[in-house]
Every structure is written in C-alpha cells, then in structure tokens.
C-alpha cells in the first residue's frame, strides 16, 4: 500500500480587473497558500460559459474556482449577475451529475482582496482534497468491448448455413 | 455436438431487433425453438427522477411507429395522476386523432411488414419479398392508394398533434391545441377517403388471400393454431374501443374470463423472466405461469387485433360490425385462434378506425375551444391504458408532490404476446422442419411469418434494461489519501489499483 | 460498383424507436425515386436481408449506410463496426445515433440500477427465484446466448468513425430528401459534418417575441399559454434557443414547448451549456438566494432538461458513477469574503 497526498488540480477563472488583481496582489505580498490553482484570466467573470466549467472537469480537472467582482463593482456594470445567475444554473445541474458544489465555486475578490482570495483558495483546495479526486475519464470508462464483438462474430458463424 | 443451431437474425419485416434460434435433434426434426429479444433500454428505471409532464414525449420514443400510442397512454396517466378530468372536446379531439392513427398503423403493417408474404409469397426471392417489390407487382394505381393514406394519415397526426412521428400534444387535463373549422373539413374529407381505401384493403385481402387456397390452408392450419386467452379493452356495450373503457378477458372457448378497470391490472397481470430474453413474459395471475403451453389451464393471453375482436361481442360502427360477423362465419365461430387471421382481424379493426374517424370529424364538439383544463390537486398515482395497434398498453406513474416520478411501471403491447409469439414460432418451425427436408430461406420465412401476424413492435416490449453488477471500492484513510481501489467488472474479475 | 449497377444503401438500427424508419417512409411517393436511385440491400424492418448477409459481403461494398439508434449493447457495437467496414460512407441518422437521445437518459443511472428496477424490483414481476437475464444460459440442455449491456450509452460517433450525421428525433423526411439528393448529386459537405441548418428553432417559430423578464419558470401544467407570443416569455422552459432548427418549429405550432430534439446549433460543443445560458440571461432576479428558488421550483430536473436529447454527447456524457455526496462529509465553509 503506498500513501501519496491527493494534489487536487484546480482551474480557475479570474476576471481580469478585479480578482486577477488580487491574485496578482498576494504573489507580490507573498502571501502563502496552496498551488493548486491553474489561473486562466478573462476580462470578465461574466465571460465564463459553462462549457468551460464542464470542459475543465471533463479533462481531468478535480475543481474549478471562478472569481469576479462584487456585485455592484464589475467593470462592465452588470455582467458578474450574469455570472451568478449561470453559476446557479450549472450548480444544481452540477449536483445531478455529482459532482459537488464543493469542487465549482464562485467567489468575488475586489483587486484589493488578496488575503480573502488567498483563502478561498485554500478552502477549496482543502475541500476537494477531502472528497477526493474527480478523475472524471475513469468515470467514463468501460471494461474492454472487443471479447464481446468477437463472441458476437463466432455466435453467428456457428449456425447452419441456410440454403436460399 | 449433437445438435444444430438454426439462427435466424435478425427477424425481419417488424419493429425491433430479435432473433429465432431453432435447434435440430440428430434426425432433423426441431427439438426446440426460442424467440430472443437482445435489445433493452431501461425506460422503467430512467424516467425516475424526470418531471412527471416530460412523459408523453419521453415514452413516445418507446417507439416510434406507433408513438401516439405511449403519448397517449402517458396523457391519460397524467390526468389520473393529477385527479383531473379533461373536457369533452379535449377527450374527443384525442380519440379522433388515435383513431387516425391506428387506420394509419394499421395501413403500414398489412402492406409494408406483412404484405410481402401474401402478395409476393412466402418463398419469393428475397429482393422482391418486401413493399418495393409490392409496389412493382400491383402497379402505381393500387400502390398509389397506399401511399396516399399513409401520406392523409401521417399529415393529419401533424396538423393535429404537431409531429406525426413524436407529436407533442398531450397534457394532464387535455391536449395543447384544438381544431378549427377548416381543419375539421378537411380531417372529415380525408376520413371519406380512409373509409374507401380499408373497404379496398379488405376486399384485396378476400381476392389474394382468401381467394388462394393455399393460404387459407396455412391460415387454417394446425402449426399456426392457438387457443389461449384473448385479451381487449370494450365499451359500455362490449364493443372495441382503442381509446377507453374496461379490460376484457376472454377465454380460448369463448367465456369470460374477467373484466376489470385499467387501473386495477396488478391483480390480473404478472410478468415472468427467463434468463435467455430481456423481454418479459406476463400471464394470468389467476391461472399461473405454467410454461410455454396454451390452452384453459396455462396463464397465456394474446393481446393482438383478432384477441381484441374475441374478446369483444361486435364492432361499433356499421361496415366494421358487418365484416366482423363475415369473418367468424367463414371462420367457424368465435372465438378463432388461427394466429394468422389477425391479419383479417387487423382490417376490421383499420376499417371501424376510419368510421369512428368521421364519426368524431362530426361532432359538433369537436372543434370546442375547451380544449384543456388545469389540474388543481397535487399529483400522486395514475395509471392510463389505450388499445395500441399491437396490444393493450398500460403505463402507471408514481410521483412525489412536486410531479416527480418516483416510480414507473410499463406493460407494453406487445409484451403481453412475449409467451404466445414464442409458443407461435415454436409450433411453426416443429410443423414446417422436419427430418429430410431441406432448410431453405423461403421455410425459415413461414416460421417468421408466425411472429409477424402479431405485428410486434420490439422497441416497445423491451422498454428496460437489466444487466450484471459491477462494483467499485474506494479505500480511502480519513485525510483523504487513497489507499486502495477494487473493482469488479461485469465478467466477474476482481482487479485491484493503487491509485496514484 | 459496376457500370449500370445501382450504389447500394443500407438502412440500420441500433438502441432506437424506428420512428427514423418511418420518418423515412413518410417521403411518401419520392421513396420511389430512392428506390430507383439505389439498390437497397439491408433494412430489418421492411426487408429480410439477414446479419449473414451483410458479413459475406466485401469491405466496402456499401455505398452508403443510414445507421440510427444508439449503442448500448455488444451486438449494437458489433453491427456499428460491420457496417463501418462495409460501408464506404455512414451516416449517423437521427439523434439516437447522433447524440443519445432518449435511450442516453440511462446514462443518468447505470446497469445495476436498471437491472434492479426491472426485474426485482418491478410492480407487476413475479421472479421469487430472482432470475435474471444471462448473457450465456443453458436452457433444456441448448445453450443460448444474449448481448451485453454495457453500463454506459454510447454514440455512434464515439464507437465507430461517422462520416455525416443527420439531426432530428426523428429528421423530418423534406431534411432527409435534401441529405438523399446531396448523397446522391455528389453535393456533400465536409467530412465529419452535420447535414443541417445553421440557426436555432426560433428562427423558424411563429410567435411574437418581445423582452425577457422571467420571475419564475412555470411547469406546463401550471399555465394555458396565449397562442401568439414566446412560450419563454410566458415562463414556460423553452429549448428552441439552443436547439438547431430543420422541424419546422411544428412543436410549437401546438402550444408545446420545444423540447430539444435536433440538439445543438452549428459550432456548439455542450447543448446544456447553451441553454443553461440562454435560460440564465432571462431570470428576472438580482440575489442569488431568489435566482436558486427560480431554478429549483421551475426546473426541478436540470440534467433531464438541458441534456434530454444529448447526455452521451454532452461534455459529462455520464453521471457520476460515486456522486460527491457518497464520498466524504464535509461541513459548510464559512471564512469572509467568500460567496459561494
């Protein structure tokens, strides 16, 4: 038996003025806190398609973190309600698949945040180390189809053959 | 091995995937006959959890050559699970358009899946041996009515039901939209027409059928004869109705057996399981499984047009009733049990499918605005049955408060003929292969023909899905290190990981 | 193929309804003309060419093969790959094929599950002895065999190379005419491309459209919508936003909502994403305590809506076979400054 720690792989996408900032902010402060995060910025939380929480999961990613303005503070006015909306939408589907809201967050961090930042970052990283990893193409796997096609091929070519 | 194998595979001329395996003994005869069905889906299991009003369109693709016929069973299920009675246009309007449906149905059957046996014959090459091949022989002016009631049928499903294939139409309370007085017009013209094209069917079917002394032997014959009990749904006058009414059981000598309401079937109905089909196979529970046997004491029931035809005492319009009587006159009484005259008994049905088609075109409620009420209590249990063309069809819902299924049953058409089809194909192939004959294509056609009388549609009966058990074991240490990962696949091999 | 010879079609079905099978007859006279253009030498439901067949013929004798339905037994997956090596071209016709379909639904649970449902724990089965289908049984000394199912539903894509997919549950027949006339006219698009529209089924529905300000998703029993405006609008989940068109838009011609048969639009890899977006941008609400309720009393069932048609070819494809409440227990988070 081998006992090796679980390094969760997190993506996470930040929005460029606010949360990208700060994350910016606590390398400049050294803050400490897990590495687990693979930063991915975008102008705006309010950019994030759920196709890319699903994609990032599907390949091998055992959480996402996504990380905005405060509501009322986003650079383009409106778009982190967007976010949050979409967010409760891919949550409660999320939930079905089971995947846990747990491993898909939302966060908001103003450029100025870092240390709360840094500690969301913790507190996820922690909580999918818990549940352990998602490895979402072993989920998909199936035990090797060929043996069964072969059994199908000489099932049919046991049978007498039928003269027309 | 002493014995050989005879596969057919897959069957053909039907809806769905099957296979007849025939075994031989060392003379030649058949020692026995299976009709397996490989395919499942797991409808039961997978429509828990979904919204209760997604059924109609969910079990429509139960099948899709006759998917009004799970719509419509799901749309009565809905209105006994929500308590709620839809109005008079509403329940008009929904047995009009079945109505049409099954004269349509009807229609492909005895021309596409069974014709070829009849009009090109059972030993035709098989090139011909099919609707092309029909369509050469009898030339464009007969082709061209078929093709057109298929084409007035299917474009009336979709003006009504907005899909003929899948419609999307079916709501707890009603239906989604009515019709209007020029729809009407023209479902009632279209309905003249229909009328004349089942009389044609019916009278092709005396000239190439009854007129061929061959086919009336095979009909009569011993090898295609069953008695087992018949089953249907009757009006308040014992006569057929598709859309509603009771359940009536006939026995194979004509008395009744039982009638009870739809929503009582579990005291009547049981499903057996073998290990060599996925179909079940359901019975009378009063009288018992006994194996694959006919006859008063075996639980076997068919569920087929001429079952439903037993079972009831007439047909309730006019040129149906008469043709109803023609046929257990030449057929010598009621009840008949020669498997193959369930294409007769299959015309008799289109034709009173297309009376009672105009018949509705004509009520003057039919084209009512009350169309749909809403369900005002709180969902709970409700079962709805219909006369699908293949047999009756039950669908029972169990839900939470909030109209979510809980728990599914479904008994379809042609499942309930599971156990007769396969004592069918059985006696057929005893009859037909015997030691010293040569195996050809064109016998093996003749025992398939034993199956196709009963129209089985395969998607319908094999709505679930079972299977082996596999099993994952995570050991996991409580600060969430992996420690160890079993797994038991399905071939019962136990492989061990350590996870990295 | 030889001089004068016809090109041979194929017509195939796998975990499916046959409603393609009809939706093909629904041509209604112009099968004739398909009838004259090809030789038609496999369809089970209304020819008697067998499996044996199809197996002596040579490695693409085919010309073209018409495959609908979806793969979820080893006898489906074997079909898949005979006719792939038989066929010069294979057309995954239909959603099933395409995408899942309905039958995808059962990646929603899994074998043993079903296995259980259907025959332990049915209400109408009697099976006190707890016998179960086999895939090898013997029976009064014969030994006969069955298919096995496999635990996940499958494509056809995603089992055997496609070369064109046809949307639609089923394609309607004026979308399988145009495919049939661009087959046999030579007019194909790319390999690997879907024969269809390009622009989603609102584009081809007939009601008014305004703004859209959703304060709540309504069950379509709960409402009698008004014959001209949005169905979305009126509350009611709506898939025409996200699904390509190609219908017609007869659902809704009826005062039914579009259910998301044709699934994705041209370019869109996960039908759920988009419409999980389409549907979120509507929702009239600022705290996301509200938007919740909105989505939990409206859609009580997300993965049944927004992958009804297109579980197996979704991102996800599956649940989870251990979902995360199975695992760990974990309490609630609770530092500052984190919104969950």
Redesign the interface.
């Known amino acids: ?6 390094e969760p792989k997190i993506i996470g996408f930040f929005c460029n003025w606010c949360s990208y900032r700060a994350a910016d902010g606590a390398g400049t402060a050294r803050i400490k806190h897990s590495p687990n995060v693979r930063v991915v910025r975008l102008m705006c939380s309010g950019r994030v ?3 890319f929480v ?2 990032a ?2 390949l091998g990613a055992d959480g996402v973190l996504i990380a905005g303005c405060h ?1 009322g503070e986003c650079h383009y006015i409106e778009q982190n ?2 976010t ?3 967010y ?3 949550k ?2 999320l939930r ?8 898909v ?5 103003s450029a100025a ?1 870092a240390t ?1 930042l840094a ?2 970052i913790d ?1 996820i990283v922690e ?1 999918v ?5 998602l490895n ?1 193409q072993s ?2 796997a ?2 090797n ?1 060929l043996d ?2 072969e ?3 000489h ?2 070519a ?3 053959e ?3 | 091995m002493a014995t ?4 057919i ?1 897959p069957i053909t001329r039907l809806e769905g995937h099957g296979k007849i395996e025939i075994f ?1 003994d060392q003379d030649g005869d058949v020692a026995d006959a299976f009709l397996q069905i490989p395919e499942l889906r797991g409808f039961e299991r997978f429509c828990v959890g979904r919204p209760a009003e997604d059924m109609p369109n969910l079990t429509s693709r139960i099948c899709g050559v006759c998917p009004e016929a799970h719509h419509m069973a799901s749309t009565k299920a809905l209105d006994a699970l929500f308590h709620v009675e839809p109005p008079p246009t509403a329940k008009k309007l929904r047995e009009m358009f079945y109505s049409i449906f099954v004269a349509t149905d009807h229609t492909t059957h005895f021309y596409a899946l069974a014709g070829p046996d009849f009009v090109m014959g059972p030993d035709a ?2 090139e011909q041996r099919n609707i092309l091949g029909i369509i050469k022989k009898v030339g464009m002016e007969i082709a061209g009515k078929v093709l057109k009631m298929r084409k007035d049928g299917h474009h009336l499903i979709e003006l009504i039901g907005g899909r003929a294939v899948h419609p999307n139409w079916g709501v707890p309370g009603g239906v989604s939209r009515g019709i209007n007085e020029e729809q009407r017009r023209e479902i009632e013209e279209r309905g003249r027409e229909a009328i004349e094209f089942a009389k044609f069917s019916i009278q092709l079917f005396n000239d190439i059928v009854l007129g061929n002394k061959g086919y009336v032997d095979l009909i009569t014959s011993d090898g295609f004869t069953h008695r087992t009990y018949n089953m249907g749904t009757v009006d308040a006058n014992n006569r057929v109705n598709f859309y509603d009414g009771v359940i009536r059981i006939v026995g194979p000598d004509g008395k009744e057996h039982v009638k009870y309401r739809s929503k009582d079937y579990r005291e009547y109905i049981a499903e057996h399981v073998e290990t060599w089909s996925y179909l079940k196979f359901p019975y009378l529970k009063k009288i018992g499984w006994k194996g694959f046997v006919d006859g008063e004491d075996s639980g076997l029931y068919k569920a087929t047009p001429l079952s439903r035809l037993n079972a009831a005492d007439g047909m309730a319009t006019p040129l149906a009733q008469g043709e109803y009587r023609r046929m257990y006159e030449t057929l010598g009484g009621k009840p008949v049990n020669h498997t193959l005259a369930t294409h007769w008994a299959r015309l008799i049905e289109m034709l009173y499918a297309t009376e009672r088609w105009v018949e509705l075109a004509r009520d003057p409620e039919i084209t009512g605005r009350e169309y749909r009420v809403l369900p005002t209590q709180k969902p709970d249990e409700g079962v709805g049955c219909v006369e699908a063309p293949r047999g009756t069809l039950t669908h029972h819902y169990w839900t939470d408060e909030r109209g979510i299924l809980t728990r599914v049953n479904l008994i379809v058409g042609t499942t309930n003929n599971n156990a007769p089809i396969n004592l069918s194909v059985k006696q057929a192939a005893k009859t037909l292969i015997r030691r010293g004959e ?4 064109g016998l ?1 056609n003749r025992v398939e023909m034993a199956f196709r009388a009963y129209d089985p549609c395969m998607a319908c009966a094999t709505h679930y899905l079972p299977g082996e058990m596999p099993l994952t074991v ?1 050991i ?2 409580a ?6 990962r079993l797994t038991r ?3 019962a091999t136990v492989q061990s990981g ?3 | 193929m030889s001089e004068g010879e016809k090109p041979k079609l194929a017509i195939y079905w796998a975990a499916s309804c046959g409603g393609c099978e009809i939706s093909i007859l629904a041509l209604n006279e112009k099968i004739l003309d398909v009838a004259g253009a090809f030789d038609i030498v496999f369809c089970p439901c209304i020819m008697d060419t067998k ?2 067949d199809i ?1 002596r013929m040579e490695d693409n004798a085919i010309d073209v093969c018409l495959f609908n339905g979806a793969i979820r037994t ?2 489906q ?2 079909m898949a ?1 005979l006719l792939r090596q038989k066929s010069k071209t294979l057309v995954a016709f239909g959603s099933c094929a395409q995408e899942g379909c309905i039958p995808g639904l059962a990646n ?1 649970t899994n074998r043993e599950e079903i296995f259980r449902t259907c025959y332990l724990e049915n209400a109408s089965t009697d099976n006190p002895k707890r016998t179960l289908p086999q895939t090898e049984a013997a029976v009064n000394g014969f030994h006969l ?1 069955l ?2 199912f ?3 539903v499958q494509t056809l894509g995603q089992t055997v190379k496609v070369d064109y997919s046809l949307p639609g549950c089923p394609p309607e027949a004026p979308r399988i005419w145009d495919a049939l006339v661009a087959i046999m006219g030579g007019k194909l698009p790319p390999p690997s491309s879907v024969i269809g529209a390009e622009t989603t089924v609102c584009d081809e529905c007939p009601r008014k459209r305004g703004e859209k300000k959703i304060k709540e998703f309504k069950r379509v029993w709960e409402v009698i919508p008004d014959d001209e405006t949005c169905l979305l609008e009126q509350g009611i989940v709506c898939c025409g936003p996200a699904t390509r068109t190609g219908c017609g838009a007869r659902c809704l011609q009826v005062n039914s909502p579009c259910i998301g048969c044709y699934g994705p639009n041209e370019g869109v ?2 039908f ?3 419409l ?2 389409a ?3 509507v ?1 009239d ?2 705290e ?1 305590e509200k ?2 309720q909105v ?2 009393d409206g ?1 009580p ?3 049944g809506t ?1 992958y009804r048609f297109c579980l197996p070819h ?12 199975a ?2 227990e ?1 309490p609630r ?1 609770g ?6």
């Open positions: 038996m081998e006992r090796e720690r679980f398609d759920p196709t699903l994609k999961l599907s509501p309600y967007k949050v909306r979409r409760e939408m891919l409660q589907t079905q698949f089971g995947i846990s809201e747990r491993r967050r939302l966060v908001w961090a945040e709360q500690a969301a507190e909580d180390r818990t549940l352990g990893p979402w989920n998909l199936e035990p189809h069964e096609v059994r199908i091929l099932e049919h046991e049978a007498m039928v003269a027309r | 050989q194998r005879i596969s595979d031989l090459p098989v040569v195996v050809t294509e093996l995570v996991r240490s600060d969430g290190y992996t420690l160890h696949s399905a071939p350590h996870q990295r | 499996a044996r197996e080893g006898e997956e074997y790959r929603l065999s298919p096995v496999y635990d996940t890899e996960d759920g994403a988009r999980m977006t549907l979120a941008s929702i609400e600022t996301p938007i919740e989505i939990r859609i069932d997300p993965v927004f979704s991102l996800l494809r599956r649940t989870a076979r251990v979902p995360d409440e695992r760990h974990l988070p530092a500052t400054g984190v919104k969950e």
